[in-house]
Structures are given as structure tokens and as C-alpha cells.
């Protein structure tokens, strides 16, 4: 009885609810099949792959726990795939326990066949190209997200003025593309691009009233998109927008949740000293 309760107060803990979100067909890009989520042997982790149908898994925290902000989570995967637990799941769980709402969000990705991991390690520099295409409507996916969490704000016990928007890699390069492209409803209050994937998404001038940006990185990521995080970086300080930077000397690319014995280990622990810091999470008096 007492592993029961246990198991039953964890599931409410982390409950969770799928969503589908609205999408316009392309027309031009067909997928063929389901979505798959498997093992990857070659990326050691669970991964998704030929997401045709954009949705959100919700997960709530403890009640006692909630503090109005809430974050939704784009995982990486070169476009290809989603890396679902350490780059979405785990981040989602993570921020449960400080008291934030989470969605990770699968977005649109390449049509890929019975191993998307594979063709993405097999494709070489057209994976730009081939990519390309795709992108635009993985965008689309993410600020159909902010906007609709920003209307169910009330029944999701969140503050509709404190939703973020972070991405993993192509993640990161779709976490760009909704700060470059948002509308009044679809418009983050936060950005948290973690190594975005900048050869993807360039980085452009800034909106005028772009939200507050946390760029992660490391410089040793073997990728090379060091430098299009600083270059994020120095575009909104030249705009006078708010922004930090946290680069790591080492981490490489891809760390996620994923723990190496370094520094870049505890990145989402400074994404909440920096979320405490700009008034996006507030403490209870009892914590």
C-alpha cells in the first residue's frame, strides 16, 4: 500500500496531459507513416522521429509547488529527431520540482524512414538544405505553442506573462525563429536558445520589443556554434536588449540533462538563478 500511494503521488506530481496543436498543411513536404520513438544505439538516448503532427505533453507541478511561470521545451536532433528525455522530459521534470509548469514541445521534423538518427549522421553538409524547408513550419509549431498556452493560462494555473520559450540545438534554431517571428499572442515573455544551432537559423536584428534572452553554450562544442552564440549575443546587446551569456569552456554538444562531471553539468541551475534574478520565478516565503 504504501509503494502504491508513493507511485500515485509521484504520477500527480508530474501529471501529464498531451495536447495537439493547430498547423497548416505545406503541401509540398509529405511524411509517410507515424510519428516513432525508439532507443537510438548511435545517440545513446530514446529519441522521436517523423513528427508530422505537432503536440505538447504537459507537466504540471506539485500544487504546493506552482509558482505561475511556465517554460516550453523544443528538444534537439539536427531536425531529424527529437531528443526526448534529456533535452525535453528530464528538463520538464526537473523544473516541476521548482515549482514551473512544462511542455515539451514535438515539433514538426525532416520525414525521415525507419532510423531518422541514422539518415542525420549519414546526410553530411545538405543536411542545411534538406532542412531547410522544414524549419519555417517547425517555427510555426512553437509559437503555436506559446499561443496557446498563453490563452489556457487560467485552466493551466499559469501567469500568461511568464511564459518561456527554450530549445536544445535545432531546437534552439526553432527557440530563434519564434523570437524573430512572434506575433501579440505567440510572443514569449523569455527566450533560453541552449547551444542553438545557429548555422540553421542566422542570427538576424532583433524585434523591437524582443523578451529577455538567456543564451547556454560551450566553447568546445564540436559543432562550432560557439561563436554563433556570441554573435546572438552581441546582436542583442547591440539593440540594448536584455541578455546574458553563460559559456562553459567544455561540455561539447548535446549535453542536455546529461551529466559529464563538469561545470556545464548545473547550466539549468543557473537558468534558475538568472529566472530568480530578472522576477520570472518567485519563491514561496517557505522555501
Known amino acids: 500500500l504504501l509503494t502504491l500511494f508513493c507511485f500515485l503521488h509521484m504520477g500527480i506530481a508530474f501529471s501529464q496531459e498531451i495536447v495537439e496543436l493547430p498547423y497548416k498543411e505545406d503541401g509540398q513536404i509529405k511524411w509517410i507513416g507515424d510519428e516513432k520513438e525508439y532507443f537510438s544505439e548511435i545517440w545513446q538516448t530514446q529519441v522521436v522521429t517523423n513528427v508530422s503532427i505537432p503536440t505538447m505533453q504537459i507537466f504540471k507541478p506539485n500544487p504546493s509547488k506552482t509558482n505561475g511561470a511556465s517554460v516550453i521545451i523544443a528538444p534537439g536532433g539536427g531536425l531529424y529527431a527529437l531528443s ?29 524512414g525507419k532510423d531518422g538518427v541514422k539518415e542525420v549522421m549519414q546526410i553530411g553538409e545538405k543536411i542545411i538544405e534538406n532542412v531547410a524547408p522544414v524549419l519555417p513550419l517547425s517555427v510555426q509549431d512553437g509559437m503555436a505553442a506559446v499561443s496557446y498556452v498563453r490563452k489556457n493560462a487560467e485552466s493551466l494555473g499559469i501567469n500568461p506573462q511568464k511564459i518561456g520559450f527554450m530549445g536544445f540545438s535545432a531546437g534552439g534554431a526553432v527557440t530563434m525563429g519564434v523570437g524573430y517571428n512572434y506575433s501579440q499572442n505567440s510572443r514569449p515573455d523569455f527566450l533560453v536558445p541552449v547551444y542553438p544551432w545557429t548555422s540553421a537559423m542566422p542570427v538576424k536584428q532583433c524585434l523591437s520589443d524582443a523578451p529577455p534572452m538567456l543564451i547556454i553554450c560551450a566553447t568546445d562544442d564540436p559543432l562550432g556554434l560557439a561563436s554563433g552564440s556570441v554573435e546572438l549575443y552581441s546582436s542583442y546587446l547591440k539593440a540594448e536588449k536584455n541578455i546574458a551569456l553563460h559559456m562553459y569552456s567544455k561540455g561539447g554538444h548535446g549535453f542536455g540533462m546529461r551529466k559529464q562531471g563538469l561545470p556545464s553539468d548545473t547550466w539549468i541551475s543557473r537558468f534558475y538563478d538568472w529566472a530568480l534574478a530578472e522576477g520570472i520565478i518567485e519563491t514561496k516565503k517557505s522555501e
Do not use: H, M
Open 84 to 112: 526526448i528525455n534529456s533535452e525535453g522530459i528530464d528538463v520538464a521534470k526537473w523544473l516541476n520540482e521548482k515549482g514551473v509548469t512544462a511542455f515539451v514541445l514535438k515539433y514538426r521534423l525532416v520525414p525521415t
